[in-house]
């Protein structure tokens, strides 16, 4: 934190989520909304109407569904990663970024469940996949990726939302005792309800460390399978671009820069939409923008990876399906933005918020380009001679796609509305902090 | 295999035989064809199976049709009749889906508007009289040609016109050259050695293919090539030459000057002809040449004085089965001159087939169209009557070779005013009785009073009505040769039957539009076919419109640029652009017929073609290359395959005490005709997915024929059904056990618990999956469909099954030695073998030890249950 800046109070936090929303944010929400609604037309007629209405086909049987199902998880893995080291490092730069962090990647969790259940041909019977005791004595195949897909996403939503709460207890005590002192007893208890009980009693302080610690440890291990389990939904099949025992490590590399680009944008817009500058000051942008650089670093290096493990390796229907990928275009714009268009953030004069909102929605756009690659162009060569057609994508997928971004941001939205976006406990805690310096000086 | 009946064969007949006996005396109505076996007449359940006729051409092939509740559900071959031998073809088996289109016509029409009830006796009583002009179609079956005689008669002055699209006019006149007589060349294909195909395709669809497909496997014979347009028939040749249209007269005067022919009126030259004729002469008695639509008749004469000269034992001559009657151009003239007032057209649409057939049909007062549809013809019609399907009536038929055969009823006729055509004909003559009457009446005649009635019985059951009418003896006239105009080089519009539509014939049909023909792959519609490099010449990428001029008419066409194409040959597939006839056929393509002169030419000279630069859409399925080189292996002949060594796996190996149900598909037997996937359809309920979706890829075909390139664009064709692996890799993928091995070997497919995930299909290394992207079960949900098999509702998986319907019911009936799958049943040349592994003697097991026998991607460690047996060519891979 830097020093020169007046010492920030809370209150201006809290006072972002109670003042009245401005024309910029009735616009925002106004968008958002739309966007939920066209994701909800786009729903229903997927149920309705089934996956039909989508551009599938033979051999291209999984498209946008599965490249946002693989993109979200990296988005919400890329934030919430960053919101766990902050947490667990004890480091300054997480009074201002993680909780916002956290939020991202809860939304972009709750996103990327939609796809699992959607995607299938008879989405009511997703249940199935469970392991519960059903009358046919029929267990679900544990052999497969996609069991270990249910469970990943599942433990990824629960994780994600626990730590994500579990953070907000404090400030949702803090909300409601503000709400209450200014007589709005109604929003005092719906803010007092998720808040416990909490009344900020050392013993509470105690047990809530812990218990944060704890969820943020847990976050760790769960960021490496979920990317895995979903990279093995390819790496375990026949396909022969697929077929790789580095796909898992790929995408956990790959899928950093389109994470840490989605976080990056949105600090930008909350310094600005909430204005938050005080608490997300310059030097954390700059900390976040050169972790997307190295984050484009580490995917730069998964690329070369897999660039030389494909071309070089004896086996030549691995070379020939990666040869397939390299004549289309995805994969090499994925490359540009989301491995060298980042590297610019290494120069100080480009780390301003005008440039960090594009190259970072251009990194995530970029791994999303990635994910194309290997889900689209990965297959669209078989083993055998078969007719195939391209993969055009519907008006309907687009619609999903647009529509589950717009309720990404209608849930960070309503975050910033009715809850503190920047946790105020710990920036309180700095502020003591700082005091005792000041004293012990 | 030794030709003729086989045990099986002979074992399903005899036990026809005892189940008729015991069902004989039944009370049945007596317009009721008469079941082989069945069980419970009347009920729900019931479940027949009966030998009758259907025709292709107006030539008959015999076939055994599955009725199920009175409803005809499969057509399979007769193994008794010799147009069949068994097997079937795609016109066959889509017979069952045309019974039941809705689309069918069910009242009479008068001027397009429905007519009252009993109002067809005034449109035939305003038939009778003088000047009476009747058009059938070519005309086999003794029945209607004794009718139409009997309506001659009756009517003085009139006229009986035979409507044929797919007449080769130029071939009946050399005929008559060559030997005074009209008669037809029967190639023998197992006694010949070389054969040289001069445009002919006797392996390509036609009334005779699966005669000549099967005798064609058992001899084998060299097979020399040349042609315009590829054909089946030179997909598989050992040598093929794409030749210009203007090139077959020359090649076959300079390959009889090489041999000597005598009579030869004028000599020519050609690159080709000293080593074709080479062939030709080392073969010596054992060659034959044929020629085919779209010769002159000086080539289709040099191809019969050749043969006279080689003495060829591999043909003999028979007169033309649907011989008689007049042309249609006399009739035209006459309806220009407002000569003709009585007008009979009995199942044919030359409105569609005939440029200005139409025009000037609307000057004929009285009309009388009778078919199964409102076409282009039933349209300008005064009268539309509705006919039968031919498995509802009564009527007979002759096959390619004369053969007899009796066609009886196996449904029952919607009722009302539709009609047979021989009980048409017997309104028209004002006679009473049933088309049964009058069938047994001309038989009667033949066979006599005496034992006519075990006769009739036994024909019914057999589904042959006597023996192939017996080689003429006829000898070369010294003046042979007819040379006349040749054709000039230059662009030239040759046009020829669709394989799936023929001429316009079967566009109702769905399975057959949406079927990838077997060369061009184009499905719902077709396409001007050309040279690549008249394609490069010209700028013209696959799809590119362009207008055609010919003679004065023009139209607009996309073009295909097809390998194998002869350089400025712009083949014209008939059978599209088709106006009227029912939602399926109607607008697809473009209507090549409209170009074609009205003698019936099949290849015309002078064709202009113009880009307009628009683009048309065509739904060309055509396959890219595998990752994986061999999928279709081909080598020399005597050489050996490896044989298939296991590999490792960490999957548990299963053990199969009882049956291992396998099938083995031989590439070097299989000829492309797609029977096997269109018995596919039929059998297992495959749904019609349309032109939008078979555009997206997302057709549902069980079984693909993949067709792989060979040098001399000729092709090697892959039947590829699901491979049953033993180490399935779309097994251990799927979530919720949807898909699962069974204790024979059978990759089993639980439709009810599939949720739709389409792993399994990723993990699919042959691509045989298909997914219901949209719910296509009402559309199925026809009597036609098999009740055997269920329907797949939206967002499931399906595949092939291995038939394991039929292996159940072979088990229920304690004959589990004799199950075949729909496409082994179909094929004709029996490329795909089905059966036991377990069972040492079976055809699969033995096709396994086979030195050809390979598995594909058996790198991967699949170990399919469907093997192959490598293809065998001059020169190997």
């Known amino acids: ?441 | 295999m030794s030709g003729g009946a086989t045990r099986r064969d002979a074992l399903r007949v005899m036990g026809a035989s005892i189940a008729l006996s015991a069902l004989a005396g039944c009370d049945e109505p007596d317009e009721f064809g008469h079941p082989l076996h069945g069980r419970g007449r009347g009920v729900a359940s019931e479940d027949a199976v009966f030998a009758t006729t259907l025709e292709l051409d107006g030539l008959g092939r015999g076939v055994l049709v599955r009725t199920r509740g009175g409803h005809p559900i499969k057509v399979e071959g007769n193994p008794r009749h010799p147009a069949s031998l068994g097997a079937s073809d795609v016109f066959l088996e889509s017979a069952p889906l045309s019974l039941h289109a809705p689309e069918r016509s069910r009242q009479a029409l008068q001027h397009g508007r429905p007519a009252a009830p009993g109002a067809s006796r005034d449109a035939f009583n305003g038939l009778r009289g003088e000047g009476l002009r009747i058009v059938t179609g070519p005309l086999s079956s003794p029945t209607l040609r004794r009718l139409v005689a009997e309506a001659l008669a009756a009517n003085p002055g009139s006229t009986w016109h035979v409507h044929d699209p797919m007449a080769d006019p130029a071939s009946q006149a050399a005929a008559l050259a060559a030997f005074g007589e009209a008669v037809e060349v029967l190639p023998d294909l197992r006694a010949a050695r070389t054969m040289l195909c001069l445009g002919a395709d006797p392996l390509g669809h036609g009334p005779a293919q699966l005669a000549l497909a099967r005798a064609w496997q058992a001899g084998r014979p060299r097979l020399l090539v040349a042609e315009a347009s590829p054909s089946l028939t030179g997909a598989r040749a050992d040598r093929r030459l794409a030749l210009h249209p203007a090139e077959f007269e020359p090649l076959a005067r300079a390959i009889a000057t090489e041999l000597g022919v005598a009579g030869l009126v004028a000599g020519a030259a050609h690159p080709a002809a000293a080593s074709l004729a080479a062939s030709l002469r080392e073969a010596g008695s054992e060659a034959l040449i044929l020629t085919g639509r779209g010769q002159s008749a000086a080539v289709h004469a040099i191809a019969h004085a050749i043969n006279a000269h080689l003495g060829s034992r591999a043909l003999r001559f028979v007169p033309a089965p649907a011989a008689g009657g007049a042309e249609m151009a006399p009739l035209e003239e006459a309806m220009r001159a407002n000569e003709v007032s009585r007008l009979l057209l009995l199942d044919v649409n030359p409105a569609h087939d005939r440029a200005g057939f139409a025009a000037a049909m609307g000057r004929v007062v009285h009309s009388v169209h009778i078919a199964e549809r409102v076409d282009e013809t039933g349209r300008v019609a005064s009268w539309h009557l509705p006919l039968n399907h031919p498995l509802e009536s009564w009527g007979d038929s002759r096959a390619f070779d004369g053969t007899p055969s009796i066609r009886q009823p196996v449904a029952r006729s919607p009722g009302g005013e539709v009609m047979g055509a021989v009980e048409a004909l017997l309104a028209l003559l004002g006679w009473e009785g049933t088309g049964r009457d009058a069938v047994r009446e001309t038989w009667r005649g033949a066979w006599g009073e005496g034992d006519f009635e075990s006769k009739w019985e036994e024909a019914l059951e057999a589904g042959v009505a006597g023996e192939s009418v017996p080689a003429a003896s006829l000898a070369l006239r010294a003046d042979w040769d007819l040379p006349g105009r040749p054709i000039p080089p230059g662009l030239a519009a040759h046009f020829a039957p669709d394989p799936h539509l023929r001429a316009g014939a079967f566009a109702h049909e769905a399975w057959l539009q949406e079927l990838p023909r077997p060369l061009t792959r184009l499905s719902w519609g077709n396409a001007a076919l050309v040279a690549p490099e008249t394609a490069a010449r010209l700028g013209l990428a696959p799809g590119d419109e362009v207008e055609l001029s010919l003679g004065g008419e023009s139209l607009r066409a996309p073009v295909l640029p097809l390998a194998g194409q002869a350089v400025d040959c712009v083949t014209l597939p008939l059978g599209f652009g088709r106006r009227a006839g029912g939602p399926v056929g109607e607008g697809r393509g473009f209507h090549a017929a409209a170009l074609r002169p009205a003698d019936g030419a099949w290849v015309v000279p002078d064709l202009t073609l113009r880009p307009t630069g628009r683009r048309v859409a065509l739904i060309a399925r055509e396959s890219q290359p595998g990752l994986e080189p061999d999928a279709a292996k081909v080598i020399g002949p005597g050489e050996r395959l490896p044989p298939f060594a296991p590999t490792p796996s960490l999957h548990q190996p299963w053990s199969y005490p009882g049956a291992a149900w396998a099938m083995a598909i031989d590439l070097d037997a299989c000829i492309g005709c797609n029977a096997c996937a269109i018995a596919c359809q039929a059998e297992n309920n495959v749904p019609v997915v349309g032109p939008e979706d078979m555009a997206r890829g997302r057709g549902l075909h069980w079984l693909r024929v993949e067709k792989h390139d060979r040098p001399e664009d000729r092709s090697v064709f892959q039947p590829v059904p699901c491979m049953h692996c033993e180490k399935a890799p779309c097994e251990p993928v799927c979530p919720v056990n949807a898909t699962l091995h069974d204790h024979e070997g059978l990759n089993a497919m639980v439709y009810p618990r599939c949720i739709g995930t389409r792993t399994c299909s990723n993990n699919c290394p042959y691509k045989v999956r298909r997914f219901n992207f949209e719910d296509h079960r009402r559309r199925v949900d026809t009597p036609a469909r098999n009740p055997d098999v269920a329907l797949r509702p939206r967002g499931v998986m399906e595949k092939c099954t291995y038939c394991t319907h039929r292996i159940q019911a072979a088990r229920a009936e304690g004959r589990l030695d004799t199950v075949e799958t729909a496409c082994a049943r179909a094929c004709p040349t029996r490329a795909i073998l089905f059966g036991d592994l377990n069972e040492p003697q079976s055809d699969v097991a033995r096709a396994r030890q086979d030195p050809r026998s390979y598995l594909m991607l058996e790198q991967l460690g699949t170990r399919p249950r469907t093997s192959y047996l490598a293809r065998v060519e001059e020169g190997g891979a």
Not at chain 1, 63 to 68: N, V
Not at chain 1, 254 to 264: Q, R
Not at chain 1, 317 to 344: C, E, H, K, N
Request: neutral net charge; proline residues 5%.
């Open chain 1, 1 to 441: 934190m830097s020093t020169d800046t007046p010492p920030p109070s809370t209150a201006r936090v809290a006072e972002a989520a109670l003042r009245p929303l401005g024309w910029g944010g009735w616009l925002g929400f106004a968008l958002a909304g739309t966007g939920v609604v066209v994701l909800a037309i786009a729903v229903a007629r997927l149920l309705w109407v089934g996956i039909g209405v989508w551009g599938n086909n033979i051999p291209h049987v999984w498209g946008f569904d599965l490249i946002a199902y693989a993109w979200w998880i990296g988005v919400a893995n890329a934030a919430s990663l960053f919101a766990a080291v902050l947490v667990l490092r004890r480091h300054g730069l997480r009074t201002a970024v993680n909780r916002f962090a956290e939020a991202a990647a809860l939304a972009a969790v709750l996103a990327a469940a939609l796809y699992p259940i959607l995607h299938l041909g008879r989405p009511w019977l997703f249940y199935w996949t469970l392991p519960y005791p059903s009358t046919w004595g029929l267990w679900p195949q544990f052999g497969s990726t996609l069991v270990w897909d249910f469970w990943g996403i599942s433990a990824h939503v629960l994780v994600t939302s626990m730590f994500w709460y579990v953070g907000l207890i404090p400030d949702l005590a803090t909300l409601r005792d503000r709400a209450a002192r200014r007589g709005r007893i109604g929003l005092a208890r719906a803010y007092g309800l998720p808040a416990l009980g909490w009344r900020g009693s050392v013993a509470h302080w105690h047990r809530h460390q812990a218990a944060y610690r704890m969820v943020a440890a847990l976050v760790l291990p769960l960021l490496l399978s979920a990317q895995t389990v979903v990279a093995l939904e390819f790496a375990v099949t026949v396909v022969a671009d697929w077929h790789q025992a580095r796909l898992p490590l790929h995408f956990i590399a790959t899928g950093l820069p389109s994470g840490l680009g989605i976080v990056l944008a949105l600090a930008v817009a909350l310094r600005h939409g909430l204005s938050l500058r005080e608490f997300v000051d310059r030097g954390d942008m700059d900390l976040l923008a050169r972790l997307l650089a190295a984050a484009g670093i580490a995917a730069l290096l998964a690329w070369m990876h897999e660039a030389g493990t494909a071309l070089l390796q004896e086996d030549g229907t691995t070379r020939d399906a990666f040869l397939v990928r390299l004549a289309g275009p995805a994969w090499w714009i994925a490359v540009v933005m989301s491995g060298l268009l980042p590297q610019l953030f290494w120069w100080q004069k480009l780390r301003r918020d005008l440039i960090f909102v594009p190259i970072g929605l251009l990194a995530a756009a970029g791994v999303w380009l990635d994910r194309w690659s290997l889900v689209v162009d990965g297959v669209s060569r078989p083993r055998v001679p078969f007719p195939v057609t391209a993969y055009a994508p519907s008006g309907d997928e687009w619609a999903l796609l647009l529509g589950s971004a717009s309720f990404f941001a209608f849930a960070l939205l309503c975050f910033g509305r009715f809850l503190p976006a920047v946790s105020m406990f710990e920036t309180r805690h700095e502020e003591s902090e700082q005091e005792l310096e000041e004293e012990e000086r």
